[in-house]
Every structure is written in structure tokens, then in C-alpha cells.
């Protein structure tokens, strides 16, 4: 059957199909979130291995799985608010392993936001860190944090994560060694500056010379005195 009307319903199919392919979303080729998970593997404390942590993570149907170092960073790509996503994944590990850990999510944006905001851009990178809060620091949480810091460390809060400059060294710091009691009821996790960076590259997350784009991430306040 050779009749027009068959011939422009072959050429209309093939232009609907091409237009889909046009407009069709590109997917995703690298994560755009990470799991800070807080303590796990630290002075043989809460072993879990990188392979069981992502295989967890896959379970709950994650994509773009990924852990980076040993320290329980993991790089995922996921669906849902920040806080259920890493409820979901807190609750996973305890079922599936045993182990009972507190779970920090950020995304992309938010650690680019905050790495361009950096405070701190001339300090070692391994001893500049940052302190990720699952809340907003009080008051008296930003005093009692005064109180433990001295000379020459410097302090500063990007909304709901800190900034802090151990320029002596975390094993030389008093609020170092006991910032997670300054800090209750909040649960906070740390990493070093450069793992925040190397983390920020793999999600393709570089900080924006035009300063931070996330609404999570405010302005650094300074240690005062």
C-alpha cells in the first residue's frame, strides 16, 4: 500500500520519535548528593566496609553510587529532602549491618556555596575543617565553641555548617577534642578541607567566584576577640 496518506503517517511518526529524542532529559552521569556518615571506621570503632555501605545504599535504589576514601563519605544521586534521605539511609545500615550511625546529607550546590564562601582560603586545607550540623548552631552552642577555641584558631559559622581553622592541628585542640559536647543536641560529623574539595569535583560542585547559590549556606560569621 503506497497511498499518501500511509507515507505522511510514517514521516509523522518519525518526526514525533525524533522530537521525543530531542526533548528527552539527559541522564544523570555522576551523583549530586553526598552521605556524610559520623565516626564509622575510627580507631576500629563501627567497621563498615565501602562495599557494604554502597550495596546499602543500592538496595534503597539509589544511583551513581560512589564512596570516596574510607571514612564514610558516600556519593549517591537520590530523590526526597536532605533529612529523610539521610534517615532512610541511617536506618538501612542499622537493619543490614548492625551498626548504629548518624547520617548527614549535602548536596552539590550546598558545598559549592560553601567552598566559595570559604573564610578561611589561605589556611592548610588539612587543617582548615568543616563541621556539618544537622541544625542551626545556637547562641550558646556558638559560646560554649568560643569558650573551648584559642589562639591561633579562628571560627566561622555558614549556616548550618561551620568553618574552623585548627592552624595547630586537630590533636593540639581542645575544641577539637570536644566539639561534638559543645555542640549537643546536634549530631555534627567533620571533614578536612580537602576531602570536602575532592568530594565538591566528583559532583561537579566547584565553587562560584560570584559567592554562594544556596540557600542552606549563609554569610561566615568570625570567631569574635
Known amino acids: 500500500d503506497r497511498s499518501p496518506s500511509r507515507g505522511l503517517g510514517d514521516v509523522y511518526k518519525r518526526q514525533v ?19 556524610w556518615l559520623r565516626g564509622i571506621n575510627v580507631g576500629g570503632n563501627k567497621r563498615v566496609s565501602m562495599a557494604q555501605l554502597r550495596a546499602v545504599a543500592v538496595d534503597l535504589g539509589w544511583r551513581q ?5 574510607n571514612s564514610g563519605n558516600l556519593l549517591f544521586g537520590a530523590q526526597g529532602p536532605a533529612s529523610e534521605v539521610a534517615a532512610q539511609l541511617s536506618e538501612a545500615i542499622g537493619e543490614r549491618l548492625g551498626v548504629e550511625v548518624a547520617v548527614l546529607v549535602r548536596e552539590a550546590a550546598d558545598l559549592g556555596a560553601l567552598l566559595a ?10 587543617r582548615v ?29 555558614l549556616p548550618p555548617d561551620l568553618v574552623i581553622d585548627f592552624a595547630n ?8 577534642a ?9 549530631v555534627v560529623t567533620v571533614r578536612n578541607l ?18 554562594p547559590t544556596s540557600e542552606s549556606v549563609g554569610q561566615a560569621v568570625p570567631r569574635r576577640g
Open 129 to 157: 575543617c568543616v563541621a556539618f550540623v544537622d541544625s542551626a548552631v545556637s547562641t550558646q552552642q556558638w559560646q560554649r565553641l568560643e569558650d573551648l577555641s584559642a589562639p591561633p584558631e579562628r571560627l566561622a559559622y
Open 194 to 211: 580537602r576531602t570536602v574539595q575532592a568530594v565538591a569535583a566528583k559532583l561537579g560542585a566547584a565553587p562560584s567566584p560570584e559567592g
Open 17 to 35: 520519535q525524533h522530537d521525543a529524542t530531542m526533548t528527552a532529559p539527559a541522564p544523570q552521569t555522576r551523583p549530586d548528593r553526598v552521605a
Open 178 to 186: 570536644r566539639l561534638p559536647v559543645a555542640l549537643r543536641p546536634a
Open 65 to 69: 553510587v560512589s564512596p570516596h576514601l
Open 117 to 126: 564562601a570559604n573564610p578561611f582560603p589561605e589556611g592548610d586545607p588539612s
Open 169 to 176: 592541628g586537630l590533636g593540639q585542640s581542645g575544641l577539637a
